[in-house]
């Protein structure tokens, strides 16, 4: 097989992201999309090639799933080289103050590393905060997926881009792509009623397992060359279980520091070098 690989950032132009059945009404998935608010919008910029030589900064828009009041999870390709990064919430700019990647994550070889945490600037406040998957039995599972990328149906490849976010559903495929969880188009007998592929402006996105984050989406791959989200396409999704312990470890003990600082100064004056 012709193994074709793409990352699912969007950038100002056109882009591939979400597909769905041709016979499924496009606003059932926007329905389902609202049911998804912790996935929200990532944005920043980021210089990219445009002639030999030279570069050009473009706005780069990829998807995060708000996992704390502070902190986002997205694809580290996101944010790996984007220059002031923010997330959108009902419309409000919050600004990324500083972000976490694992060291064995390769730009050129996303793998089961292309994962980033990412602290903000101030509290972003939604209903359900998401509990992080934590087991190994994912293969097979009923899934739901979320993401702000461009739309369209699996025979039309993606052709709209609205800036609204969808969602739909599929089954966690038994083949595993280097270590990574695989979504794809499902024979009829086996597809959910709101099977769906992501794709570029997808990244960064949320896999659900039960409501728990179990995934965030990170690219597609094809056997017939057109990486357009079609029948043939599939999608790659990094394992949030694999990443659990560090994700804990920053989250619970930086907020203990944070509020031990806190206490302290208020009996004290506390200088930062």
């Known amino acids: 097989m012709i193994l074709s690989l793409i990352i699912l950032l969007g950038l100002s132009s056109q882009v591939i992201s979400g597909t769905r059945n041709p016979s499924t009404s496009d606003s059932k998935h926007l329905a389902y999309g609202q049911k998804h608010e912790c996935v929200v919008q990532v944005k920043g910029k980021m210089e990219v090639p445009y002639k030999e030589g030279k570069k050009q900064e473009v ?48 730009e050129e070889n996303t793998g089961p590393y292309d994962i980033a945490l990412c602290r903000l600037t101030e509290d972003a406040m939604i209903d359900f905060y998401p509990e992080l998957y934590e087991k190994n039995d994912e293969i097979g599972k009923l899934c739901s ?13 993606t052709i709209y881009d609205d800036n609204k ?23 009829k007998s086996k ?21 728990k984050l179990a995934g965030i989406h990170s690219c597609i791959y094809t056997g017939d060359g057109n990486l357009d989200s079609s029948y043939k396409d599939y999608s790659a999704h990094t394992r949030v279980s694999l990443h659990k312990p560090w994700i804990d470890l920053i989250v619970n003990d930086y907020e203990k520091i944070l509020d031990t600082i806190k206490e302290a100064s208020s009996e004290s004056v506390i200088k930062f070098l």
């Open 59 to 106: 706005t780069a828009s990829g998807s995060g799933v708000i996992i704390a009041k502070r902190y986002v999870l997205t694809a580290a390709h996101v944010v790996e080289k984007t220059k002031d990064p923010y997330i959108t919430l009902h419309g409000k700019k919050i600004k990324i103050e500083w972000v976490v990647i694992p060291t064995k994550y390769k």
């Open 165 to 187: 976010l969808r969602a739909g559903s599929n089954y966690i495929s038994p083949i595993m792509f280097c270590g990574m969880m695989v979504c794809s188009v499902q024979d």
């Open 191 to 211: 597809r959910t009623s709101l099977e769906y592929l992501i794709g570029r402006g997808d990244s960064g996105g949320g896999l659900f397992i039960n409501k």
């Open 145 to 157: 997926v979320a993401g702000w990328g461009m739309h369209g149906t699996w025979t039309t490849g």
